[in-house]
Nanobody, 128 residues
Framework: QIQLMESGGGSVKSGGSLTLSCAAV????????IGWFREIPGKEREGVAV???????TYGDSVKGRFIISRNNAADTATLQMNFLTPEDSATYYC??????????????????????WGQGTQVTVSS
């Protein structure tokens, strides 16, 4: 059984940076899509970024140009480098994975319900 384990959340001031990490533990698919989502209480889980096994990234409009997703296929890890953070980026961030290619979607990032594997979440708080 695959488990996703996130780390790296915390508190930062507006304009600062944080890096989140995700490690896939257990049996891992030969090819899988990995992504980052975030959730604020009372709102739907929002897609932040996803990346296919071939390294192609896709970003949500609200983070494009500020966040960078990367992955290490050999180590089955992924990171989300978050730059120029604003208070609007405060949320619980989740790592997600799905077998095969990243789902195709009208929106830049596939919806959260297209993913079946989830980490426990890590809190990011950005103060003004």
């Amino acid at each position: 059984q695959i488990q996703l384990m996130e780390s790296g959340g915390g508190s930062v001031k507006s304009g600062g940076s944080l890096t989140l990490s995700c490690a896939a533990v257990g049996y891992v698919y030969r090819r899988y899509c990995i992504g980052w989502f975030r959730e604020i209480p009372g709102k739907e889980r929002e897609g932040v970024a996803v990346m296919d096994s071939d390294g192609k990234p896709t970003y949500g409009d609200s983070v494009k140009g500020r966040f960078i997703i990367s992955r290490n296929n050999a180590a089955d890890t992924a990171t989300l480098q978050m730059n120029f953070l604003t208070p609007e980026d405060s949320a619980t961030y989740y790592c997600a994975a799905g077998e095969g290619w990243c789902p195709r979607s009208i929106s830049p990032v596939p919806p959260y319900y297209d993913f079946v594997l989830w980490g426990q979440g890590t809190q990011v708080t950005v103060s003004s």
